[in-house]
């Protein structure tokens, strides 16, 4: 009865002192034991058994089993423990596989590389052969306009005749095929163009700066640069 005064005076001076809840709850365990250690005595006492077992809790969720007998008490603590798996010293982290594979250009992007490689090699190719095609068209057609003509109206095409109708002689195939042979007649280039600028540039208002009037006064000249 003594243990069970004093370890009532123990919580009730821990509670004043304002114990953790573990340790107020440990006392009280104790005293709850006691009790019980009381109770089993007297029931020994009236029924001749030795003996009595009682399992407690714990707050690390551990077991404890309390062996009651006339004796002190004896308490006997099992403990679980959860084995903690340790992982291989060699463990790589988590992301290293993740980054190593952004690394490391796949098949695909190699292909992507590729293409874009060809692609810049066929532009550059394609640029140069353009360039040079270009180069080639400009200095034929830079011979073909200095070439001489004798003819006139043979040296004019179908689609220059066509462009030069609409555009320079307002539609009038009449007055087109008239001015070729008038043309056609003089002997010099002087006496050409002056019946150009009278009869036709000022009577029909062309206008120098056009392309269409420009190719027409410079196939006059290959007309007339032989002689």
């Not at 109770?39 to 969720?61: D, E, I, M, Q, Y």
């Not at 190699?110 to 068209?137: C, F, H, P, Y």
């Amino acid at each position: 009865m003594e243990r069970v005064r004093a370890l009532i005076n123990k919580l009730q001076e821990q509670a004043d002192q304002g114990a953790e809840a573990s340790l107020l709850l440990m006392t009280a365990q104790l005293l709850q034991a006691a009790l019980q250690e009381q109770a089993s005595a007297a029931s020994v006492h009236r029924n001749g058994n030795s003996k009595v077992a009682v399992v407690l809790p714990t707050l690390n969720n551990s077991i404890q089993k309390v062996v009651v007998d006339p004796a002190p008490v004896v308490v006997e603590t099992v403990v679980e423990v959860t084995p903690k798996v340790q992982e291989p010293e060699t463990a790589l982290p988590s992301d290293w596989l993740q980054s190593l594979m952004q690394e490391i250009p796949t098949l695909a992007h190699q292909k992507e590389i590729r293409e874009l490689n060809d692609v810049m090699s066929q532009q550059l190719t394609g640029a140069s052969l353009n360039d040079k095609l270009k180069q080639g068209a400009v200095e034929v057609a830079d011979v073909l306009t200095r070439e001489p003509v004798r003819d006139l109206k043979k040296a004019i095409g179908i689609n220059d005749r066509f462009v030069f109708v609409q555009e320079l002689f307002r539609g009038d195939e009449v007055m087109y095929e008239r001015s070729i042979k008038t043309i056609n007649s003089f002997n010099i280039l002087q006496e050409a163009e002056y019946w150009i600028e009278r009869e036709l540039k000022l009577k029909l208002a062309w206008d120098d700066s056009k392309e269409t009037v420009r190719h027409f006064c410079q196939l006059v000249r290959r007309r007339f640069s032989s002689k």
